[in-house]
């Protein structure tokens, strides 16, 4: 009887101190450390990497370029390089903001698989359970005064189908039916382009006074789509829809919802749609590369953050903040749902939304373009760097901010422009990052 007692103890001080261990393998926080080669990590490769950073300013490639990179949750590079404002000759810094464009896409999706998570929805429910005027009826044809035949959809749009971009809102065909509109209305303005003096950014509704991100989802509804759900890639405008369901599903405005459910518990306190005017002097200015060389693009979207009505927001772009904000995102991702002491997702929706490619093998991303749930997944056919793993994944902005995190590498890496036109220059940046850091 001792002897069975004994053993029952002795297994229960094995799985505690086994538990024990995977909860300190999990970072909550970001580590730093003094001496890099206590990690393997040459200096030499380091110094290589600020190197081509540095040249990318004085090559006048870049007006400037954050960067920042953890493994395993110790930061083993946070460095800034170039000028947030040339003219002026401000120095840029790792606390600078960025507009983050489409890197709000994925914010939004983990906010939305919480409903999931919350039993409110599953991803593949009919978006017409929720959103009943949804459209159910593909383009098939536009006629010359601007009417346009149709048919029934194969298949429904669902939830997954939104979060991996080939919903068909807005596709196809749709945007002959919609010229078409503008044309006998007199509109000389391309639906979703952002005026000056704008609330908020906007990227989807054709209104620029519109009050609401429901006002555009309302409207885009009134439209056939493109394709058959799942059949093909659209990007963008599906992750306004998922936003808007968001707020439907919840009850609450959607810039609610995702500071309640992602920000906060992960500490992004600066990550934001909006702000007070005294932030405006946080921003990045932008800049754009005209043949080989720098020059001012203008700082609407940057504007439109402070501005006084704060109402309007969209799921698929408007995020702003600085670097490390959006790296404590990453990292959630990479530990399998959490951080900063706070579980946003379950271990298994992080596994669902960034292993399994939801798109036909032949698509308009390209030759073995795939994307889960909110993020591109890579393969040996697409990627970046061919440093980069098989089970790595991301997305970046429209302005040049990149991401990836790459589980197999137990690393996230993260590169931030400010530039509507630039040099693609971010492969070699991971080529640097990989050898220096990598497996």
């Given at each position: 009887?001792?002897?069975?007692?004994?053993?029952?103890?002795?297994a229960v001080i094995v799985v505690s101190?086994?538990?024990?261990?995977?909860?300190?393998?999990?970072?909550?926080?970001?580590?730093?450390?003094?001496?890099?080669?206590?990690?393997?990590?040459?200096?030499?490769?380091?110094?290589?990497?600020?190197?081509l950073l540095q040249a990318f300013i004085d090559n006048k490639k870049l007006n400037c370029v954050a960067a920042f990179v953890a493994k395993g949750g110790t930061v083993v590079y946070k460095k800034a390089f170039g000028w947030k404002d040339l003219e002026n000759k401000v120095p840029s810094t790792v606390d600078d903001y960025y507009i983050l464009f489409s890197q709000t896409k994925a914010i939004t999706t983990v906010a939305f698989m919480t409903l999931v998570e919350k039993g409110l929805v599953s991803i593949n429910d009919p978006v017409s359970k929720f959103f009943p005027e949804i459209p159910d009826r593909v383009v098939t044809k536009v006629n010359e005064d601007g009417t346009?035949?149709?048919?029934?959809?194969?298949?429904?749009?669902?939830?997954?189908?939104?979060?991996?971009?080939?919903s068909g809102l807005n596709a196809g065909l749709v945007g002959e039916i919609r010229k078409a509109e503008r044309k006998?209305?007199?509109?000389?303005?391309?639906?979703?382009?952002?005026?000056k003096n704008t609330n908020g950014q906007r990227t989807a509704a054709g209104d620029n006074k519109a009050r609401y991100l429901k006002d555009g989802m309302l409207d885009l509804a009134k439209y056939?789509?493109?394709?058959?759900?799942?059949?093909?890639?659209?990007?963008?405008i599906s992750t306004n829809m998922l936003a808007y369901m968001i707020e439907r599903i919840s009850g609450k405005s959607l810039r609610e919802y995702v500071k309640e459910t992602v920000l906060t518990p992960l500490g992004m306190n600066q990550t934001d749609w909006y702000y007070e005017p005294e932030a405006l002097s946080k921003f990045v200015k932008a800049y754009s590369l005209v043949d080989g060389k720098l020059e001012p693009a203008s700082n609407m979207f940057s504007e439109a953050t402070v501005s006084k009505q704060q109402t309007y927001c969209e799921g698929a772009s408007g995020l702003n903040?600085?670097?490390?904000?959006?790296?404590?995102?990453?990292?959630?991702?990479?530990?399998?749902?959490?951080f900063n002491g706070h579980r946003i997702l379950k271990a298994e929706t992080v596994e669902l939304m960034t292993t399994i490619?939801?798109?036909?093998?032949?698509?308009?991303?390209?030759?073995?373009?795939?994307?889960?749930?909110?993020?591109?997944?890579?393969?040996?056919?697409?990627?970046?760097?061919?440093?980069?793993?098989?089970?790595?994944?991301?997305?970046?902005g429209m302005y040049g901010t990149q991401y990836i995190i790459d589980p197999a590498n137990n690393m996230i890496a993260l590169y931030y422009i400010n530039m509507p036109r630039n040099e693609w220059l971010y492969p070699d940046f991971l080529s640097k990052v990989y050898g220096a850091f990598g497996q």
């Open positions: 009887m001792q002897s069975k007692t004994l053993f029952f103890l002795l101190s086994t538990v024990s261990a995977q909860k300190v393998a999990t970072p909550q926080q970001f580590q730093s450390i003094a001496d890099l080669s206590a990690l393997n990590i040459q200096s030499n490769k380091v110094k290589s990497l600020d190197s346009y035949e149709t048919r029934p959809v194969k298949s429904p749009m669902t939830f997954a189908h939104l979060m991996s971009h080939a006998k209305s007199g509109a000389s303005a391309q639906p979703g382009m952002q005026r056939p789509l493109g394709f058959d759900p799942g059949t093909e890639y659209n990007y963008h903040g600085p670097i490390e904000d959006y790296a404590k995102f990453c990292q959630m991702l990479l530990n399998k749902g959490e490619n939801r798109l036909p093998e032949k698509n308009a991303g390209g030759k073995g373009f795939q994307f889960g749930l909110g993020f591109e997944l890579y393969n040996e056919q697409k990627k970046p760097s061919p440093e980069v793993s098989n089970t790595a994944y991301a997305w970046g």
